[in-house]
């Protein structure tokens, strides 16, 4: 069968001009540094005989595994140099696709001793775990499935600059963001960025345009284009799809982006925070779970009218509830990327503060039903009387909140906290496994006695406090949250840390998610990749002052020479310290230091300078000269 199947795919490439093919995976730690995030070798399709005769031959053998070194990628230890192997097994839940003459086989990447090196392998048990749990409690709750999945859709933010101007900036072509830089006259005070009409002339319009083409004659329903709230910010977003298929999907998109800008005279950045004082950007991560025949959990009315039932509505969203409180810090840790530490909580992204928001009437049904209520949620649209020339407005029953790192939008939970640059396999595998334990535990106090509406009416009476519908941005709210105990952890490497935390470890284990070694080794890559990120845009801070910055300012002569220098000196001096300490979290935790306050100050002496140093002594772009391409760029 498996060959037959293979001779398939070996027909279907040939007719379309392909000759090669790839099993295409995602290692561990490539955000940001890795182009498309992925890796492959590509192999073609046919062979020659002795006569030099050409053979196509592509065998079930060689669609269903691959092989691999893998000690040459981030694996925390798991791979070595001497213990290399790493075997590449095909993902059966995300289609086979075509990219100019290559097949690519969406695969996984596991060790000898089949530890996890990549990002699928745990997403992919994450969701093997929903579904077992999942169907389990609903079968106690008088529903019977075959299994269930998760659905999700990624809403992709980023930045289009001219290509000029970026070519002069080491930092932004090395690490993705820029480490100095002074405000623009103009931001985005006035608001007119967002949503405002392509320019039908702009090298961003014909840029989108042909991004989305190619994404289309690939299978990636690429729906929607716009631009975002930043000078020279644009997003796209999918339809939603399954967890695996979305994630492969989104990965295509951004480097799809990547290399379609420069035929435009373009170059896309995808980091969080590539410019100061403006918004920086996103990859809300819609997340929905749903029986394998499509009835969506979240959706009430669709779930009482298959099921039979209105009860099991409030279990599902409970199990949710105890979930965010229980693991916020698995939450946070999933979202812990370098770009995070200058986005979350600048109001332009949640705060790194876990917490729920439901609505004004989900939270009075599930706050009644908490204390006894036996009303079933009905929830609603509403219709809105804009008078007798306008025509009325349909409105949903519950309104947006921007604010809340994980609210629900009627039928589906946005994680709005998670990073651009992510691919966000940690993210969903994190939000499965938790929901999952849940799940589980709420089957098992039921099959030892206990009624579903005594679980959750406990579960939601212990957990009642992630629930919080008020302004995140607002810090008297912000401290209100603390007070109430809720998940807050303000630094990426702590976060990170929590990895490996007993209880998170336990957690990973008993779900068939991680391992304890393997959540060590995880921790450890993420670490690293801090460090290395901090470490590349140190080294571009101290190659920009000296080659750029200092020489302008001593030809300007206006001032601030003995204070970069001194900069420099600092820089260096912090840096010593930190390459030379051992222990991986101490030194994470000196590079974000480092990052955010040391680094930081030499930016305010630079960004000072910039601001006195005639224009044409200036070498380096400046924030005008990348942000408003529409004024800059004909």
Known sequence: MTDKVAGAVLDWARDNGASVYCHWFQPLGAAGVRHGQSAQVQNRMFEFDKDGNQIWEFKGKNLLQGETDGSSYPTGGLRKTHTAGGYLGIDPTSPIFLRDDTVFIPSFLVSYHGYALDEKTPLLRSVDAISVHGSRLLKKLGYDVKGLTCNIGLEQEFFLVPRDPYNTRMDLQLTGRTVMGADAPRGQEMCDHYMSPPSVSGAPYSCMKEIQEQCFKMGIPLKTRHREVAPGQYEFAPLFGFVTTQIDQNLMVMQIMDEVAPKHGLTCLVAEKPFNNVNGSGKHNNWSISTTDGVNLFNVNQLAAKSGSREIFPVIMASVIKAVDEYGDLMRMSIATPGNDFRLGACEAPP???????????????????????????????????????????????????????????????????????????????????????????????????????????????????????????????????????????????????????????????????????????????????????????KCMLDMINQHVLPSMRDANVGYVTELEEAVATLRRVWDDVHHTEDLGEKAAKARSLRLETMVEARCICDSAEKVCPAHLWSIATYKDLLFIDQTLS
């Open 352 to 538: 790194a503060i876990m917490s729920v928001y439901l609505g004004d009437s989900m939270t009075h049904y599930m706050e009644s039903y908490m204390h006894g209520s036996i009303e079933p949620y009905d929830p609603s649209t509403k219709v809105l009387n804009m008078g007798h020339t306008l025509p009325s407005i349909v409105i949903p029953n519950e309104d947006r909140n921007r604010t809340s790192p994980f609210p629900y939008g009627g039928h589906r939970f946005e994680f709005r906290a998670v990073g651009s640059a992510q691919n966000t396999s940690l993210v969903n595998t994190v939000l499965n496994t938790i929901v999952a334990n849940s799940f589980k535990e709420f089957a098992d106090k039921i099959e030892a006695g206990a009624s579903p509406r005594e679980v959750t009416q406990d579960a939601l009476k212990k957990h009642w406090r992630v629930v919080f519908n008020g302004d995140g941005y607002d810090p008297a709210c912000q401290e209100e949250l603390t007070k109430r105990g809720l998940w807050r952890i303000d630094s990426c490497v702590d976060a990170i840390n929590t990895y490996v935390s007993p209880k998170n470890t336990a957690l990973f284990e008993a779900m068939g998610v991680f391992a304890p070694d393997e959540c060590a080794a995880r921790r450890n890559v993420q670490l690293q990749h801090y460090v290395g990120t901090v470490e590349m845009e140190l």
